[in-house]
Each structure stands twice: as C-alpha cells, then as structure tokens.
T-cell receptor, first 115, second 115 residues
Framework: AQTVTQSQPEMSVQEAETVTLSCTYDTSENNYYLFWYKQPPSRQMILVIRQEAYKQQNATENRFSVNFQKAAKSFSLKISDSQLGDTAMYFCAFLLWGGYQKVTFGTGTKLQVIP | DAGVIQSPRHEVTEMGQEVTLRCKPISGHNSLFWYRQTMMRGLELLIYFNNNVPIDDSGMPEDRFSAKMPNASFSTLKIQPSEPRDSAVYFC?????????????FGSGTQLSVL
C-alpha cells in the first residue's frame, strides 16, 4: 500500500518570502502521479500542481513549483513571493497510474502567511 | 456544471442517532470517493466506487459505517449509531472517465458534530 507523509503540521512565512513544504511517499510502483492540493478556510479543495513520475522536469505553476526527487521519494512544494491568500492547509497526494486507482493524501501542513 | 454537491453542509446530532450524508457527483464522472478529514489524521479515504461498484472499503472504520451508490448520480454515507469520535468533515469527490485527467473534484464537505 502507498503512504504519504507530511512531517510539518504547521509552518509560517512572511509575506513576499519563499517557503517550502515537505512531502515523502512510499511505493514500490514506478508509474504514478503526485499532487499538491490547497484547502483555504472555506474548505474548498483546490488543485495547486501535479507531477507525472515519468517526467524528470519539475512542474511549475506561476509562483508554485515542486522539487521531485524520485529516487528519494520526495515531493516538496515551493511557494515563492508568498501572499496572504496562500494561507491554507496544503495536502500532498499520490495516485497510481492506470485503471481506476484511489488517491492517498498526507495529513496536511497548515501554512500561515504573516503580513 | 454545478460541481460535486454534498448535503447537508452542517449536521449536528446526538450520540446514537443515525446520520446520512449525501453526494451528487459531477455528471459523467464514474469514480466517486468518500474522505474523512480530521486534524489528527488528515484526509482518510473511507471508500471509493467505480461505475457505482464499491472497489475498496478498507478505510471504513467499522460496521457502523456504510456507503451506497445506487446509481451514477447519487451516493450516501451512513453512520448508525453515531458516536462523538465520528465528528469530522466528510468530503465526497469524483473523477471523470477520461484517463488523461486525474484531478479529483471535491464537494464542499459536510461538517458533522456528534454530541
């Protein structure tokens, strides 16, 4: 079974600064997807970024980028130029490729952006 | 499209009562997931369906929990009898048939409080 670990329950960052959220996972499979979801206080779940395991290039979406280290099974999220609207819970998630698979989430990291 | 619709948004009940949570997935999506969110355990997958058939219910905590999907447009999660430790936010999510789109679409969740 796949597991996802987020070892930072809470983090804070000054507005305009950069912050990195950590995520590690465990799997014996080779083909899969990794995601970061954002959950603001509204409870809405928003997909921030995703990475296909077969791609060596790290995914980027505007101020959000990942550092994907497949051998180390690490998938960290970097938020540049942090904004107050980035304050939210962030979840790392894993999905096996192929067929109808389930999405496994980590326990989340609560990020507070300080003005 | 209205997105994934969950009801009720909030539910307050007394210990021992039956609770039924409802979900309408996005039309055309053929995978449906029930998650439970708590501070301690993050997002836990309870059960998921493909084409209305339960595929994996290993996350269902105990026999007090049951889930059904009688058709492609409706699912329920029932807790009977409810206990205070069931208090959490319950999310329903769906995913489309298109294998190239792995994003999960979440409902707004049901905040359950068992007194």
């Amino acid at each position: 079974a796949q597991t996802v670990t987020q070892s930072q329950p809470e983090m804070s960052v000054q507005e305009a600064e950069t912050v990195t959220l950590s995520c590690t996972y465990d799997t014996s499979e080779n083909n899969y997807y990794l995601f970061w979801y954002k959950q603001p206080p509204s409870r809405q779940m928003i997909l921030v970024i995703r990475q296909e395991a077969y791609k060596q290039q790290n995914a980027t979406e505007n101020r959000f980028s990942v550092n994907f280290q497949k051998a180390a099974k690490s998938f960290s999220l970097k938020i540049s130029d942090s904004q107050l609207g980035d304050t939210a819970m962030y979840f790392c998630a894993f999905l096996l490729w192929g067929g109808y698979q389930k999405v496994t989430f980590g326990t989340g990291t609560k990020l507070q952006v300080i003005p | 499209d209205a997105g994934v619709i969950q009801s009720p948004r909030h539910e307050v009940t007394e210990m021992g009562q039956e609770v039924t949570l409802r979900c309408k997935p996005i039309s055309g999506h053929n995978s449906l997931f029930w998650y439970r969110q708590t501070m301690m355990r993050g997002l836990e997958l309870l059960i998921y369906f493909n084409n209305n058939v339960p595929i994996d219910d290993s996350g269902m905590p105990e026999d007090r929990f049951s889930a059904k999907m009688p058709n492609a447009s409706f699912s329920t999660l029932k807790i009977q009898p409810s206990e205070p430790r069931d208090s959490a936010v319950y999310f329903c999510a769906s995913r489309p048939r298109d294998a190239t789109n792995e994003k999960l679409f979440f409902g707004s969740g049901t905040q359950l409080s068992v007194l």
